[in-house]
C-alpha cells in the first residue's frame, strides 16, 4: 500500500535561515507528489506538485521541492525563511490513476523564531 | 472565484444528534472530496466524487456516515447518529478532475466538529 512518512512532527527555525522538510513515499512506481500547506484554521493550499520531467520543481512563495527517486523522497526547502511561513506543511502523493486520491503525511509543524 | 465554500464553520452537536456539513466547490470543477483531519489519524480521504457519482467510498468510517452530492454544485456529508470520536476538522476540496493528470485539488476552510 502507498505511504508518505514525514519524519518530523515539529521543526523550529530562525528567520532568514534556510529550510528543509523530509517527506518520504512507498510505492513502487513514480507517484504524482505534493506539497500544501495549513495555516492555522485554514484550509490547506497547494504549494507545488511534481508529476514528470525536471526533478526540482519550483512552487509558490519561494518553495521549492526534489523529487529523488532513489532516495524515494520529495523534500521541500526554501533558501530563507519568513516569519509568515509558520504552518503545518503536508506532503502527498497520488498514484495516478486513482482519479484524485491523495494520500497524506502526518505533517510537519513549522515554527518560525524572530 | 470564491473558492470552495464550506458550512458551517463551526458545529457543537451533542451525541446522537445528526450532523450535516455542506460544501459548495468551484464553479466548473468536476471532481468533489471529502476530507477528515484529527490529530490521531491525519488527514483522511472519506469519499471523492466525479461528474456527481461516488467513485470511491473506501474511506467512509462507517455506516453513520454518507454523503450526498444531487447536483454540480453542492454536497453534503452526513453523520447520523454522531459520536464524540466523530469530532474533527472535515475538509472539503474540489479539483477540475476528468483528465489522467492529476489536476489540483482546492480546499475548502474546513468544518470544526465538536460532539459532546
Known amino acids: 500500500a502507498q505511504s508518505v512518512t514525514q519524519p518530523d512532527i515539529h521543526i523550529t527555525v530562525s528567520e532568514g535561515a534556510s529550510l528543509e522538510l523530509r517527506c518520504n513515499y512507498s510505492?513502487?512506481?513514480?507517484?504524482?507528489l505534493f506539497w500544501y500547506v495549513q495555516s492555522p484554521g485554514q484550509g490547506l493550499q497547494l504549494l507545488l506538485k511534481y508529476f514528470s520531467g525536471d526533478t526540482l520543481v519550483q512552487g509558490i512563495k519561494g518553495f521549492e521541492a526534489e523529487f529523488k527517486r532513489s532516495q524515494s523522497s520529495f523534500n521541500l526547502r526554501k533558501p530563507s525563511v519568513h516569519w509568515s511561513d509558520a504552518a503545518e506543511y503536508f506532503c502527498?502523493?497520488?498514484?495516478?490513476?486513482?482519479?484524485?486520491?491523495?494520500?497524506f503525511g502526518q505533517g510537519t509543524e513549522l515554527s518560525v523564531k524572530p | 472565484d470564491a473558492g470552495v465554500i464550506q458550512s458551517p464553520r463551526h458545529e457543537v452537536t451533542e451525541m446522537g444528534q445528526e450532523v450535516t456539513l455542506r460544501c459548495k466547490p468551484i464553479?466548473?470543477?468536476?471532481?468533489l472530496f471529502w476530507y477528515r483531519q484529527t490529530m490521531m489519524r491525519g488527514l483522511e480521504l472519506l469519499i471523492y466524487?466525479?461528474?456527481?457519482?461516488?467513485?470511491?467510498d473506501s474511506g467512509m468510517p462507517e455506516d453513520r456516515f454518507s454523503a450526498k452530492m444531487p447536483n454540480a454544485s453542492f454536497s453534503t456529508l452526513k453523520i447520523q447518529p454522531s459520536e464524540p470520536r466523530d469530532s474533527a476538522v472535515y475538509f472539503c476540496?474540489?479539483?477540475?478532475?476528468?483528465?489522467?493528470?492529476?489536476?489540483?485539488?482546492?480546499f475548502g476552510p474546513g468544518t470544526r466538529l465538536l460532539v459532546l
Open positions: 510505492y513502487g512506481a513514480t507517484p504524482y
Open positions: 464553479s466548473g470543477h468536476n471532481s
Open positions: 466524487f466525479n461528474n456527481n457519482v461516488p467513485i470511491d
Open positions: 476540496a474540489s479539483s477540475l478532475g476528468g483528465t489522467e493528470i492529476q489536476e489540483t485539488q482546492y
Open positions: 502527498a502523493v497520488e498514484r495516478g490513476n486513482q482519479g484524485g486520491k491523495l494520500i
